[in-house]
């Protein structure tokens, strides 16, 4: 085939620079995979500022560029160099595999069950393979279940798998997008329904629209300008927030940007009752004041950061906790009773807030109790003797 397409060339002149057929083959292989490499290494380096969406990015670039080599090389190689090719591309994504895997595991502050080297081989010979499969139908009718696969090898909770990733949000979202702002119509001064419907259709095109999709609805989305460099919407159902979802989507919105790019938004000003959950979340993300401004009548601030290449978020506060402090039993628990690892050890996040308000009330009860009468174990008599004491010595 070489030989055919460079005519003149001697054949012994290929042996002057390879070794044999086997390091020209890698040679054309590593060309050939040059542009896949770069592909794959900007979705790495894009995750560390995104995690929530680094491991379905790059699932999603495989199957694309899978798929578009099917359409132009299937009939035309030979079975043996399509299996070349295929061992080849699961070599090349382990290591990037091995990024995402510890990108991730970092972010959400869960170890994976097993080594990260171990979850990366696992996702790059079972995942890896069944995408680049011949048969791609059967990864197809699988793909849900393979995603619960993934949720279960990175240690993620599979119940809430769908409030893990935002995703672009398309024209059938916007009946859900619509009834989360009726839901949360007082928040919205000025806004108007029959204008903004159409509006929303429009940025979707755009890409400048991200949601999340559970249940049949949109529990939570985002709108951003690509023009103006700001955040024009964010809002998370009542029964939806304190998981992450908001801070996920400004993470996602800004990682379209480049880095240092100023990024703003435009929120209550301080001290208005309405707008204090609001500001504290920007303000942990690095927002900082720029502007008073009045919309709609109503007055309102500017906020910008500039946007860093890691996330998008605050440095985050480590609690070091016990068994005896946290249902999920590790440590490192960022959010008490509410991380990740807790919800996966029961059936909804509201058993787990329960379970850690009763913990959190018996171990306030147990200082009430010590503070008026003593440690449990001693008699009524003792711990009068013993306060008796210490009023003896103070004097």
């Known amino acids: 085939m070489l030989s055919a397409q460079f005519g003149a060339v001697q054949i012994g002149l290929f042996y002057y620079y390879f070794q044999g057929k086997e ?23 894009r995750g560390r500022r995104n ?27 030979h079975r043996t ?20 895997v510890e990108i991730q595991s970092a972010y959400y502050g869960v170890p994976t ?13 079972g995942v890896g393979s069944a995408i680049l499969h011949e048969d791609s139908e059967q990864y197809l009718q699988n793909h849900t279940q393979i995603k619960r696969g993934i949720s279960l090898l990175m240690g993620m909770p599979m119940d809430e798998q769908a409030l ?22 007082q928040y919205f001064p000025g806004l108007n329904e029959a204008e903004y419907e159409p509006q929303l259709a ?22 951003y300008s690509q023009a103006r460099r700001e955040l024009d919407f964010l809002a998370v159902s009542p029964n939806y927030r304190r998981r992450g979802l908001a801070q996920k989507l400004v993470e996602t919105a800004a990682a379209q940007f480049p880095v240092g790019t100023t990024l703003s938004v435009v929120t209550y000003r301080a001290g208005d009752p309405l707008g204090a959950a609001a ?38 506060k480590s609690i070091t906790m016990n068994s005896e402090h946290c249902p999920c039993r590790r440590i490192n628990c960022e959010r008490h009773g509410n991380c990740a690892v807790c919800r996966s050890h029961h059936e909804t996040s509201k058993k787990v807030s329960v379970a850690c308000d009763r913990i959190k009330a018996g171990e306030e009860r147990k200082k ?21 004491s210490a009023q003896q010595k103070e004097k």
């Open 51 to 77: 995690p929530c969406r680094v491991m379905e990015e790059f699932f999603i670039c495989m199957e694309r560029e899978t798929a578009a080599f099917r359409e132009k090389y299937a009939g035309k190689m």
């Open 23 to 45: 390091e020209i083959f890698d040679r054309v292989l590593d060309r050939f995979f040059a542009g896949y490499q770069e592909a794959s290494a900007r979705i790495v380096d």
């Open 202 to 223: 429009e940025r979707m095109q755009r890409g400048e629209a991200w949601a999340f999709r559970h249940n049949g609805g949109i529990p939570a989305a985002i709108l």
């Open 164 to 185: 893990g990733i935002p995703y672009p949000a398309a024209a059938e979202d916007i009946p859900g997008w619509m009834e989360l702002i009726r839901s949360l119509r």
């Open 279 to 316: 500001r504290a979340f920007y303000d942990a993300l690095g927002f900082a004041p720029v502007e008073q401004l009045t919309l709609f009548d109503y007055p309102c601030q500017r906020l910008s950061v500039t946007l860093p290449e890691g996330p998008l978020t605050a440095v985050r």
């Open 81 to 100: 160099v399509r299996w070349a090719i295929r061992e080849h591309t699961l070599t090349l994504i382990e290591p990037y595999l091995r990024q995402i």
């Open 113 to 125: 069950p097993i080594a990260p080297e171990a979850a990366a081989f696992y996702l790059t010979h």
């Open 368 to 388: 009430s109790e010590e503070h008026l009468h003593g440690p449990r174990g001693k008699s009524r008599k003792q711990n009068m003797s013993v306060c008796a």
